[in-house]
């Protein structure tokens, strides 16, 4: 089976500071790996995906990760904080296998909170 | 493009009332899934389509939900005789093509209160 644990439910930096949000995932097999953002009262949107090739992946707004598979790891940085970037940001693992739906399994979820 | 599209954004109702929610996914995507969300935690998984076939339906989903896909476009997700329990954000999502490389696209979700 297949988790997430994203380890500090909030997260606080300021503004122009590095971000670093941490995700640990668990997979019997290769994973498929995604964060999203969610801003108050809306759906989520993708910043970018890991499946196969190269284990640093680059999304939208300047955030990257770096899958590591020898710590089960997909960390998501930017180097410089925005007050744009507060928001709730999810790490999730899509499960392959099985039944082939391809459903997410979401971590808990990290609150951004960028100080000016 | 249009993007998923949730209906209506908003729903508030009153305990043991039936509930009906829309979902537009973007056009030529097959994949369809229904996701809940309550406050301060990550999505779970509900329910799967693959065109107008339902393939998956998570524990989560009790008796009184039903989902639907006619003719595989929109998806409607059906709460019966809703409890204090159901009130979560209800999101859509769809995907494209017979590999799980696409990413979901989610829409902005239905509000679900219950009185």
């Known amino acids: 089976a297949q988790s997430v644990t994203q380890l500090g439910s909030h997260v606080s930096v300021s503004e122009g500071a590095l971000v670093l949000l941490r995700c640990n995932y668990s997979?019997?097999?290769?994973?498929?790996l995604f964060w999203y953002v969610q801003y108050p009262n809306q759906g989520l949107q993708l910043l970018l995906k890991y499946t196969t090739g190269a284990t640093l992946v680059k999304g939208i707004n300047g955030f990257e990760a770096e899958f590591k598979k020898s710590e089960t790891s997909f960390h998501l940085t930017k180097p410089s904080a925005h007050m744009s970037d507060a928001a709730e940001y999810f790490c999730?693992?899509?499960?392959?296998?099985?039944?082939?739906?391809?459903?997410?399994?979401f971590g808990q979820g990290t609150t951004l909170q960028v100080k000016p | 493009d249009t993007g998923v599209s949730q209906n209506p954004r908003h729903k508030i109702t009153k305990r043991g009332q039936n509930v009906t929610f829309r979902c537009d996914p973007i056009s030529e995507h097959n994949r369809l899934y229904w996701y809940r969300q309550t406050l301060g935690q990550g999505p779970e998984f509900l329910t799967y389509?693959?065109?107008?076939?339902?393939?998956?339906k998570s524990r989560l989903l009790s008796d009184r939900f039903s989902a639907e896909r006619p003719k595989g476009s929109f998806s409607t997700l059906e709460i019966q005789r809703t409890e204090q329990g159901d009130s979560a954000m209800y999101l859509c999502?769809?995907?494209?093509?017979?590999?799980?490389?696409?990413?979901?696209?989610f829409g902005d979700g239905t509000r679900l209160s219950i009185l």
């Open positions: 999730a693992v899509r499960v392959l296998g099985g039944s082939n739906t391809g459903k997410l399994i």
């Open positions: 997979s019997s097999v290769p994973p498929y």
């Open positions: 999502a769809s995907s494209f093509g017979g590999t799980l490389v696409e990413p979901q696209h």
């Open positions: 389509f693959q065109n107008e076939a339902q393939l998956e």
